[in-house]
């Protein structure tokens, strides 16, 4: 059964990156979407973007500047870029495997644990 | 950009009861060629990571119990806990695929009465 464990730096200053990696465990990396997703206190769910195996992305238009995720096949892991942060950025992230259907991306299942991400100065 | 509103935003229902959570979404969910609504539900516990409950809007996952379901087409949907139990204290979610970028709803919590 595939796992997602992801780690990453929790707290940051207003103008600095925000870094995440998530490693799959157990399961096909070949296949599905592989996406970030994030959770501001207390709220709802945003949707970041998503990368394949071969490196194709699709990115949430709302962040699209500032977000790069990358892919190492080799090691069965994806990685989150976000530039410029601010306090608006405080969040729990989560990776999640997306499941691919015949005409689009499909459903998130399973996600990892989640990194809490705060920005302050 | 599709929009998904949940309704409502909270509920609290007696143990054993029956609890309905409604999804709408602006555009409709249905793909003609293949008949299938792109429509996910979640829960959500407190602490822990969503986790997928029902796909194409009624498809329950493996190992999720019987006492939830989901129905609905086009921009209408439901997800209805037949029998509320103290664990299905959580928050639930719908989420479309239909396009690029998937959006969830805002979210509905549930309690007990």
């Known amino acids: 059964q595939v796992q997602l464990q992801q780690w990453g730096a929790g707290l940051l200053k207003p103008s600095e990156t925000l870094s995440l990696t998530c490693g799959v465990y157990?399961?096909?990396?070949?296949?599905?979407?592989w996406s970030w997703i994030r959770q501001p206190p207390g709220k709802g769910l945003e949707w970041i973007g998503e990368?394949?195996?071969?490196?194709?992305?699709n990115y949430n238009p709302s962040l699209k500047s500032r977000v790069t995720i990358s892919v190492d096949t080799s090691k069965k892991q994806f990685s989150l870029i976000l530039t410029s942060v601010t306090a608006a950025d405080t969040a729990l992230y989560y990776c999640?495997?997306?499941?691919?259907?015949?005409?689009?991306?499909?459903?998130?299942?399973?996600w990892g644990q989640g990194t809490l991400v705060t920005v302050s100065s | 950009d599709i929009v998904m509103t949940q309704s409502p935003d909270s509920l609290a229902v007696s143990l054993g009861e029956r609890a309905t959570i409604n999804c709408k979404s602006s555009?409709?969910?249905?793909?003609?060629?293949?008949?299938?609504?792109?429509l996910g539900w979640y829960q959500q516990k407190p602490g822990q990571p969503p986790k997928l409950l029902i796909s194409?809007?009624?498809t329950r996952e493996s190992g999720v119990l019987d006492r939830f379901s989901g129905s609905g087409s086009g921009t209408d949907f439901t997800l209805t806990i037949s029998s509320l139990q103290a664990e299905d204290v959580a928050v639930y979610y719908c989420?479309?695929?239909?396009?690029?970028?998937?959006?969830f709803g805002q979210g509905t919590k549930v309690e007990i009465k």
């Open positions: 999640a495997r997306r499941r691919v259907t015949s005409t689009s991306g499909g459903c998130f299942d399973p």
């Open positions: 157990g399961g096909s990396f070949s296949g599905y979407y």
């Open positions: 990368i394949n195996h071969s490196g194709g992305t």
């Open positions: 555009q409709s969910l249905l793909y003609s060629s293949n008949n299938k609504n792109y």
């Open positions: 194409w809007a009624s």
């Open positions: 989420q479309q695929y239909y396009t690029t970028p998937p959006a």
